[in-house]
């Protein structure tokens, strides 16, 4: 009976919840910056999308959450981090939950990019996380798009947790900016990483035999693909930016298929 359950275990499918831009205060700041008002930190709506993908959450026990960034609108609102850490402390202990920094969570100033409002509540600003066969690398995209001196060192870091311990390891990477939208000859604009580095780190995913990438940071959903690499831009858990609605993704790795699907909450 022990041995057959340890095989069910293992043939299990991998479950991944991608949450994308909760960024609690963004309605708010939206909406007096169009009346032309004075800022009122109003959390409301951003805490209740968040708190009905928590609800889905806990209903659907994947093995992994990851928040792909911009967890605040502001990064020095304390009120805002509080609130968003009080919510998610509602996720199940059963679940593993991870992090990475969005434009929002850090201080950008010119090529510099102060991650410390991010890293003093959730460590390090990338991840690597084995299990089951699945391989997730979490990258602080920051960097990238702002040419952070330290993107070399994190380059470094990244050759080396994209190598697969076995051809059989399924390898996604999720970071808060999308390489590309619509297709990776797209002109360079705010979201996306510029065109200069676009091939670049996809054929560094190419050699490293990555399976898929995800982003959020466009409050709005896209799929493409380099090389038969997806591409996938999740749209924010709360405020659109576009005609999608507020959604999660879930990811399934079975064996070596990998799967998604948005889920609007």
Not at 3 to 22: E, F, G, H
Not at 31 to 47: F, K, Q
Request: charged share 25%; hydrophobic share 35%.
């Amino acid at each position: 009976m022990a041995l057959m359950s340890v095989l069910n275990c293992s043939r299990k499918p991998y479950v991944i919840v991608q949450v994308a831009d909760a960024q609690l205060g963004f309605t708010a700041a939206d909406s007096c910056h169009r009346a032309g008002i004075p800022y009122v930190n109003d959390l409301t709506y951003e805490s209740q999308c968040l708190e009905k993908a928590v609800l889905i959450i806990n209903d659907m026990a994947p093995d992994a959450v990851i928040f792909t960034g911009d967890q605040v609108n502001a990064s020095s609102d304390t009120l805002q981090w509080d609130m968003f850490a009080e919510i998610i402390s509602h996720i199940s202990d059963d679940v593993k939950v991870f992090h990475l920094p969005g434009n929002h969570d850090v201080v950008i100033s010119g090529d510099k990019v102060d991650s410390t409002p991010f890293t003093e509540r959730y460590g390090e600003d990338r991840f690597l996380h084995r299990e089951r066969g699945v391989r997730i690398v979490g990258v602080n995209t920051n960097l990238i798009k702002s040419n952070d001196p330290r993107e070399g060192e994190q380059l470094d870091w990244m050759r080396t947790a994209l190598k697969k311990e076995s051809p059989d390891e399924v390898t996604l990477v999720f970071g808060h900016h999308p390489y590309f939208m619509t297709g990776i000859d797209e002109p360079d604009s705010y979201f996306p990483i510029m065109t200069s580095k676009r091939y670049f780190y996809f054929d560094l995913f190419a050699e490293m035999d990555v399976d898929a990438v995800y982003a959020g940071h466009r409050h709005d959903s896209y799929e493409s693909e380099y090389n038969g690499i997806p591409m996938k831009t999740t749209t924010s858990v709360a405020f659109q930016i576009g005609n999608s609605r507020p959604s999660i993704r879930v990811i399934t790795i079975s064996g070596s298929d990998v799967t998604d699907e948005l889920i609007e909450i």
